[in-house]
């Protein structure tokens, strides 16, 4: 696409692996490339920790998710006690995981229990025993719908009956959402926010597509929108130019959050926090900064 048909910009890859992939030859050839749901933070940084300068997202980054659902848990439930599970060979879990214990414990709280396991593990009744007795007022369960569900039945087994968090990786049709009723994650969109974008944007993809818009869609239009004001502002399709012209967006309206670009390429934008319904449904909550 690059050399052969001399593309001004690339939208996508859809996930991190690929794009990390993609943004090597994006930076070589200085074309820029905007990623709608590619989440890993390497995605827009080197080995090295410095910058890929054509390389941005519309999704925000995952350590985010940990600190949008920590400030929710404190801010806004109140939470003092928290435990905090983490696949320790799954980069994703880690990263929200740790993201969530600095920020709850930098605003007031404690996290009374810090609990590895592996990705074959799959009875937690032993550990929540163990979890139990320190008496958590939340557990943040940052991992894929399947073992969050299985750690949420064990701890629902064992009486802890205290809000549960997560991060996007619940969004799932196959999530135990009887178990996980009442519980709360981070997600990139919801289509129950009021804001004008979001309600505009629903109703139009619904008339064009005959079915609602998931947050795929949504981040995908974002990036497309960002990229076509870009290049009306740059005025030219130069990868330079539409470096610098990406680089200094401010206060975009985009469907997924408000968003500016900070110095990484990464989107400083809210958070939409769902709370799990017991029919599989999710409510949307509010906005986390």
Aim: charged share 20%.
């Amino acid at each position: 696409m690059m050399t052969q048909d001399r593309v001004a910009a690339i939208i996508g890859p859809v996930t991190s692996g690929s794009a990390i992939a993609v943004s090597a030859i994006a930076k070589m050839y200085k074309v820029p490339m905007i990623t709608a749901t590619a989440t890993a933070p390497k995605v827009t940084v080197n080995d090295d920790g410095k910058r890929k300068p054509f390389v941005f997202r519309a999704c925000f980054i995952d350590p985010f998710q940990g600190q949008a659902a920590a400030n929710f848990a404190s801010r806004e439930l109140g939470l003092k006690r928290a435990a905090v599970f983490y696949d320790k060979g799954n980069d994703y879990t880690i990263g929200l995981a740790e993201a969530f214990r600095e920020t709850f414990e930098a605003n007031g709280g404690e996290v009374v229990a810090w609990q590895s396991y592996s990705s074959e593990d799959t009875d937690f009744s032993a550990i929540m025993t163990n979890v139990a007795a320190l008496k958590p007022d939340v557990l943040y369960l940052p991992d894929y719908y399947g073992r969050v569900s299985l750690i949420a039945k064990a701890a629902k087994d064992k009486g802890i009956n205290v809000p549960m968090l997560g991060g996007d990786g619940w969004d799932s049709p196959d999530l135990d959402s009887a178990t996980l009723a009442g519980g709360y994650f981070t997600a990139h969109y919801s289509e129950q926010d009021q804001r004008e974008a979001v309600q505009q944007f629903a109703t139009r993809f619904q008339e064009r597509y005959g079915e609602r818009p998931d947050s795929f869609a949504a981040l995908g239009y974002d990036a497309a929108k960002l990229l076509l004001g870009a290049i009306e502002r740059a005025g030219s399709t130069d990868g330079e130019a539409l470096r610098a012209a990406l680089q200094s967006t401010q206060d975009f309206p985009a469907v997924g959050g408000q968003l500016s670009f900070d110095e990484w390429g990464n989107p400083i934008k809210s958070a939409a926090l769902l709370q799990v319904q017991a029919d599989g449904s999710y409510k949307y909550i509010t906005n986390v900064d």
